[in-house]
T-cell receptor, first 114, second 114 residues
Framework: EPEVTQTPSHQVTQMGQEVILRCVPI?????FYWYRQILGQKVEFLVS????????KSEIFDDQFSVERPDGSNFTLKIRSTKLEDSAMYFC????????????FGQGTRLTVV | DQQVKQNSPSLSVQEGRISILNCDYT??????FLWYKKYPAEGPTFLIS?????DKNEDGRFTVFLNKSAKHLSLHIVPSQPGDSAVYFC?????????????FGTGTRLTIIP
């Protein structure tokens, strides 16, 4: 069964460093998303991406964050200068179309900023 | 800004009985609702969805009920099985208004007692 894959599963980084979280969405999907879940809190939307551009972003997704689909298969989230409060599980998701359809989530990357 | 609320952080149910998980929302533009199941250290897994034109959707042991006037939905699992023990998230979106992002509730931890 097709699935969304994310790498790495766990990333530890020092405060102020740049990190890139990687995702391979399901191959025929058109919509891509990043969500995050801070420990003990709910899953929060960060950004959606369609047709090679951001279609929507949340207040959390400030200038420190960027997304890219560099090669037609990978979908990356970059955090330029990590802060302690960026520590969270980051989930990539994809969906095949717009409208009433579910998003499929990857297993997540646990980012720990120290 | 809690547009989607799950007021029960936890629920314990005897194996074989019915589990009922509840969710309330405040945004009238939401017209598509989903339930996701999540195990620790994994991404959310889609369970079942319902669009606002329906009041019930059934898939095997899982049934979702939607009461639009009350802005309330519920997930029924019957009969409950030990493998159902997980955190369940309600989510909502407004795809007919061009908003594909999912807004999640805080989750309910379901424990099935053998």
């Amino acid at each position: 069964e097709p699935e969304v894959t994310q790498t790495p599963s766990h990333q530890v980084t020092q405060m102020g460093q740049e990190v890139i979280l990687r995702c391979v969405p399901i191959s025929n999907h058109l919509y891509f998303y990043w969500y995050r879940q801070i420990l003990g809190q709910k899953v929060e939307f960060l950004v959606s991406f369609y047709n090679n551009e951001i279609s929507e972003k949340s207040e959390i997704f400030d200038d420190q964050f960027s997304v890219e689909r560099p090669d037609g298969s990978n979908f990356t989230l970059k955090i330029r200068s990590t802060k302690l409060e960026d520590s969270a599980m980051y989930f990539c998701a994809s969906s095949p179309q717009a409208g009433n359809t579910e998003a499929f989530f990857g297993q997540g990357t646990r980012l720990t900023v120290v | 800004d809690q547009q989607v609320k799950q007021n029960s952080p936890s629920l314990s149910v005897q194996e074989g009985r019915i589990s009922i998980l509840n969710c309330d929302y405040t945004n009238s533009m939401f017209d598509y609702f989903l339930w996701y199941k999540k195990y620790p250290a994994e991404g959310p897994t889609f369970l079942i969805s319902i669009s606002s034109i329906k009041d019930k959707n059934e898939d095997g042991r899982f049934t979702v009920f939607l009461n639009k006037s009350a802005k309330h939905l519920s997930l029924h699992i019957v009969p409950s099985q030990p493998g159902d023990s997980a955190v369940y998230f309600c989510a909502a979106s407004a795809p007919n208004f061009g908003n594909e992002k999912l807004t999640f509730g805080t989750g309910t931890r379901l424990t099935i007692i053998p």
